[in-house]
């Protein structure tokens, strides 16, 4: 396979409200990110995966896109942007700008014209439909409610999967592709370094035939994408995919395809929801589906296409309190969580906040929370009788703005993300949890993803070598191998508060064998002298 820059890179993303507030209104914005370009160069991150900063109402916080060519005034300027990509470039540090192209806003220019008539020239860049004394068919918006929203204006119905304020756009109209792909170039040329494609499984959806992801378009268009767009500059590139399996995520990043570099599974993050009643129907994760599915992509990409790794973003809930310890062993855990993806083939994630182990957050009222999604559920399940009790343990679960809350940078007022008034509640534990404490602090979980990220700068096994499980049905430890040549690189970490016997075979000792991470001082300097594992202990072993 031929080796890409960004195989050893670790992408960091950026939630731009949520970030650092620079001028004060409580709303994060460039100016802030600017400010922290350094703290993420000595984090040692190569690239910032940067949520939408485009113009936009924010009914859905910027993935609701007025116009493609703007800043968000919250969020500053195009000169501030400007400067962003050059001062990010002066730290080797490249931008990927988020791609929202399944849907825009209903401000969007191109929709008001659309809804006008319908024989307006822009009606076919959206999708309408007449109803049949109702909505054209039972498709259920993600956010809540039917897919299909009625318009006054033409008596028609036009489909939104997503809010009624993010109208699908139709992807088949060629029309429709040549000015996104112009706006790509757009971006390019201004030396951002790719994109990050939001749930860019939908673009080939055939909605009559009730096909959302997985159309029989979709590899076309993104090949053309590819043709016209990407392949003419140094791209790097991620596909949203909610719904891809190694098989087709093999067809979108398999080399020789030309579509994208490599794509997000979501098969890890359902694991603890029950199956087909979504994300809110909570089921405890069980070890063995996780170490199953995870090894899954690892094994079945390996020399074919690449992976993407992560465990948190702003629609997941903060991964130390969904699948670690928040408690008591908040720091072990999230080292442990950390160590189990970042040893991995594929490219890592870190969402803002991992890297300190910011937790979720409990707001007891609804209003204080912002996020679209949640409101519209905790709405609907209102409206079906549903007990107060379960709706909001499902929103404290799974709820977006556990993420979403904003970084905290020290333990002063509003955790030092802004002077006046943040948009959404700081977590109170900024007090304990904080970018400062942590990194003065060198046993600090930032200080540990700052050497995972630089062990995959030095070794060529943690980034190309094989997969092979260890202690496969194991209830409580996540282990396995990694080979490369005649190195092999052993990774064990318990993933509970117990402290569970292991033996690990002692050829795993080799000639040389070198200790490379741990979350605890004192550790075996060689596998076979590892008798038991201490809570959420981990540990990476090299041996040659
Ligand atoms: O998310 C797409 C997506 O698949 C969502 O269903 C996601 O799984 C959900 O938010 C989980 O609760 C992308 C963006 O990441 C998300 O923030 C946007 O709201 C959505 O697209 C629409 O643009
Ligand atoms: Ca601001």
């Known amino acids: 396979m031929e080796k890409k820059w960004w195989h050893r890179s670790t992408v960091y993303q950026i939630y731009p409200r949520s970030f650092n507030d620079h001028n004060g209104d409580g709303i994060g914005d460039i100016p802030g990110i600017i400010e922290k370009l350094d703290y993420l160069a000595f984090l040692g991150i190569d690239i910032i995966w940067l949520s939408p900063v485009y113009q936009s109402p924010n009914d859905d916080n910027g993935y609701d896109i007025s116009d493609y060519y703007e800043i968000m005034s919250d969020f500053g300027t195009m000169d501030?942007?400007?400067?962003?990509?050059e001062e990010a470039r002066k730290r080797d540090i490249n931008i990927m700008m988020d791609l929202v192209i399944n849907h825009t806003s209903d401000e969007h220019p191109w929709f008001i014209e659309s809804r006008k008539s319908k024989d307006n020239p822009y009606r076919d860049y959206y999708v309408?439909?007449?109803g049949s004394g109702g909505p054209p068919s039972g498709i259920t918006s993600v956010f809540s409610g039917p897919a299909w929203e009625y318009d006054e204006a033409t008596g028609e119905y036009y489909f939104h999967l997503f809010s009624k304020k993010q109208p699908d756009l139709n992807l088949h109209n060629k029309e429709v592709r040549e000015h996104l792909y112009n706006m790509m170039n757009f971006w390019l040329d201004k030396g951002v370094s790719g994109f990050r494609m939001d749930v860019i499984d939908l673009i080939g959806k055939e909605i009559d035939d009730k096909v959302l992801t997985d159309g029989p378009k979709l590899h076309v268009y993104l090949q053309e994408m590819n043709r016209e767009v990407l392949s003419n500059y140094p791209t790097v590139t991620v596909g949203e995919t909610p719904s891809a399996?190694?098989?087709?995520?093999?067809?979108?990043?398999?080399?020789?395809?030309?579509e994208l570099d490599m794509v997000f599974t979501f098969q890890h993050m359902s694991l603890d929801e029950v199956e087909g009643k979504g994300k809110w129907a909570l089921k405890p994760l069980d070890l063995h589906d996780l170490k199953q599915t995870l090894g899954k992509w690892q094994t079945e990409l390996h020399g074919k296409g690449w992976n993407s790794l992560y465990w948190n973003n702003h629609d997941q809930p903060r991964i130390v309190?969904?699948?670690?310890?928040?408690?008591?062993?908040?720091?072990?855990?999230?080292?442990?969580?950390?160590?189990?993806?970042?040893?991995?083939?594929?490219t890592p994630y870190v969402y803002q906040g991992e890297e300190i182990g910011m937790t979720n957050i409990v707001f007891d009222d609804i209003r204080d929370y912002r996020d679209i999604e949640t409101i519209n559920f905790y709405n609907e399940k209102v409206s079906e009788g549903i007990p107060l009790g379960i709706i909001m343990k499902s929103i404290h679960v799974k709820g977006r703005d556990n993420a979403r809350t904003p970084f905290q940078w020290d333990s002063s007022?509003?955790?030092?993300?802004?002077?006046?008034?943040?948009?959404?509640e700081v977590n109170a534990n900024h007090k304990e949890?904080?970018?400062?404490?942590?990194?003065?602090?060198?046993?600090?979980?930032f200080h540990y993803y700052r050497k995972l990220i630089r062990l995959r700068k030095e070794h060529d096994i943690i980034v190309y070598g094989g997969y092979e499980p260890i202690l496969d049905d194991h209830p409580e430890i996540f282990a396995y191998k990694r080979k490369l040549g005649d190195e092999t690189l052993v990774v064990a970490a318990n993933f509970y508060g117990n402290e569970p016997e292991l033996e690990l075979p002692s050829d795993f000792d080799g000639t040389s064998c070198e200790l490379l991470i741990n979350n605890y001082s004192e550790a075996p300097d060689r596998p076979s002298g590892l008798k038991k594992l201490r809570p959420y202990e981990a540990i990476v072993y090299l041996i040659k």
Do not use: C
């Open 80 to 85: 501030d942007m400007d400067t962003l990509i």
């Open 128 to 130: 309408w439909r007449e």
């Open 245 to 258: 399996t190694p098989e087709t995520a093999n067809l979108y990043t398999g080399e020789g395809r030309n």
């Open 413 to 424: 007022l509003h955790g030092g993300f802004t002077t006046g008034t943040p948009w959404l």
């Open 321 to 346: 309190s969904r699948w670690g310890h928040d408690g008591k062993y908040r720091v072990e855990s999230a080292k442990m969580l950390a160590t189990i993806l970042h040893m991995m083939q594929g």
């Open 433 to 445: 949890i904080n970018a400062e404490d942590a990194l003065r602090d060198e046993d600090s979980i």
